[in-house]
């Protein structure tokens, strides 16, 4: 079986958006809330040194994602490829796996039931790319199984400079990398530039 995961590689994305909007008509997100957004953020605080990044926000497909075992109902659950996947016959809306998430990923959807990125299921089983792949103009972003060599996920994690996961602390296990990114995640979350990082991240 193959393990599904994702990369941005930050040396290619210029924050268009298109990922997030392609992400929103395909899986019909209601206004207001998403599954995939990009936020930007800015550090250094003269001319010389200021860095521009974009934090990636979705769902990161977590190996060992906490969100699961708080589901009442199995709702949330695993497949044997590595998607982290809701049920939406058996989820209640409790808002359980909300509170569980440690990166906000998940959002209630105004039908009652819980809603985040599905790495678009629906498409892969197909055989085609997550719409937000397909749809990004300078291809930043990369899907593919990660237990195979020859796969581009696994190609463009080799070639990075640079590899990061969210908070790898927190032994979650997140299948999305950034590569290339300039600026430390921990720093462009919000740890060196606070308020910019809140905004964008909603915390
Ligand atoms: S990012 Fe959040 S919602 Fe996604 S698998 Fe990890 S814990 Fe669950
Ligand atoms: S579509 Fe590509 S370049 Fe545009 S914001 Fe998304 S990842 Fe970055």
Redesign the pocket.
């Known amino acids: 079986m193959p393990r599904y995961g994702m990369a ?1 590689d930050l040396d ?9 909007v392609a992400c929103a008509v395909e899986n019909q997100v209601p206004e207001g809330f998403f599954r995939r957004r ?1 936020g930007e953020v800015t550090t250094g605080d003269d001319p010389a040194t200021l860095r521009l990044t ?1 934090l990636h926000l979705q769902c990161y497909h977590c190996e060992r994602p906490p969100c699961v075992p708080v589901c009442p109902t199995g709702a949330t659950y695993v497949t044997r490829d590595g998607l982290c996947l809701v049920n939406y016959d058996i989820c209640i809306g409790c808002r359980a796996c909300v509170t569980a998430c440690p990166y906000g990923m998940r959002y209630p959807h105004p039908r009652g039931v819980v809603d985040k990125c599905s790495l678009c299921d629906h498409r892969i089983a197909a055989g085609r790319l997550p719409a ?1 792949v397909e ?4 291809r ?2 990369v899907f593919g199984d990660l237990d195979d060599p020859a796969s581009p996920l696994r190609q463009a994690i080799a070639a990075a400079a640079r590899v990061e996961v969210d908070r790898p602390e927190l032994g979650t296990r997140p299948k999305f990398f950034l590569l290339n990114g300039r600026v430390s995640l921990p720093e462009a979350r919000g740890e060196g530039m606070p308020a910019q990082a809140a905004e964008v991240t909603g915390r």
Request: glycine share 6%.
């Open positions: 941005v290619r994305c210029i924050g268009c958006q298109a990922c997030a990009v974009f937000c749809a990004c103009p300078t930043a972003l």
